[in-house]
């Protein structure tokens, strides 16, 4: 996501390439022309006007945002169903075998109290690894199986995490490029205004329109409150 920081660089930029298309006239900046700062913004926002349209780096950065957040959503969703079938697996499994001390001596120690994924995953890992020694063809519930779980648990520690490791790493790179290129907008911008206020001095229409078209100063929006704390959740518990 764009900073606020970077959409200030993104709206001045825009602000200077349309003083300098209306001085062009009179003068231009010896560096770039109006078209070539043109590009250079159009390189960040994007141009759907053209044809074909010109995908700015915004969009990059937004599509592989909304990658991200679905493949994390996806992974998420996957880990919440194994924490729930590890919960009653587990669960039932130390009821049922509550008498068969060779089973209970499997079950000892496990539990499926954790949160995170890597808890989740470890947890759910090592119910698998007793359920397969103590009754593999027994069934919880009869979608709760172990030939069900097993393949859950696999793709929630490689497909999901992988696809959500490889969206989060060109997310990142997307951000970080777009960051890159808002600088360079800016270092365009400050050169430009500083050249520029130098042929054109304040009082002149020229000057006047430069120094009152563009805005120079970044005003950091508020903090935004901080949220109530949530009410802790009830950890899963197993006997």
Request: some cysteine; hydrophobic content about 40%.
């Amino acid at each position: 996501m764009i900073t606020a920081k970077s959409e200030f660089f993104v709206q001045r930029a825009t602000k200077t390439v349309s003083v300098a298309k209306q001085l062009a006239v009179k003068w231009t900046w010896q560096e770039q022309t109006p078209d070539e700062m043109q590009t250079q913004l159009e390189a960040v926002t994007g141009n759907s006007t053209l044809t074909p349209p010109v995908a700015g780096q915004m969009e990059i950065e937004s599509q592989a945002e909304r990658t991200r957040l679905n493949t994390h959503g996806l992974w998420l969703a996957g880990l919440k169903n194994l924490h729930q079938l590890t919960v009653q697996g587990l669960n039932m499994a130390k009821t049922k075998f509550r008498s068969d001390a060779a089973s209970l001596a499997v079950l000892h120690g496990l539990n499926a109290a954790g949160h995170s994924p890597e808890k989740i995953l470890a947890e759910a890992l090592a119910w698998e690894s007793a359920w397969g020694k103590i009754a593999p063809t027994w069934s919880p519930t009869p979608a709760n199986t172990l030939a069900a779980f097993k393949p859950l648990r696999q793709q929630c520690a490689e497909d999901l995490q992988t696809a959500f490791a490889d969206a989060d790493s060109v997310h990142r790179e997307a951000s970080a490029t777009l960051e890159q290129m808002c600088a360079g907008l800016e270092a365009t911008n400050v050169a430009w205004y500083a050249s520029a206020t130098m042929v054109f001095p304040a009082g002149t229409p020229e000057g006047d329109l430069i120094r009152t078209g563009i805005p120079t100063t970044y005003t950091p929006p508020p903090p935004k409150p901080s949220p109530s704390p949530a009410p802790a959740a009830a950890p899963a518990k197993t006997p």
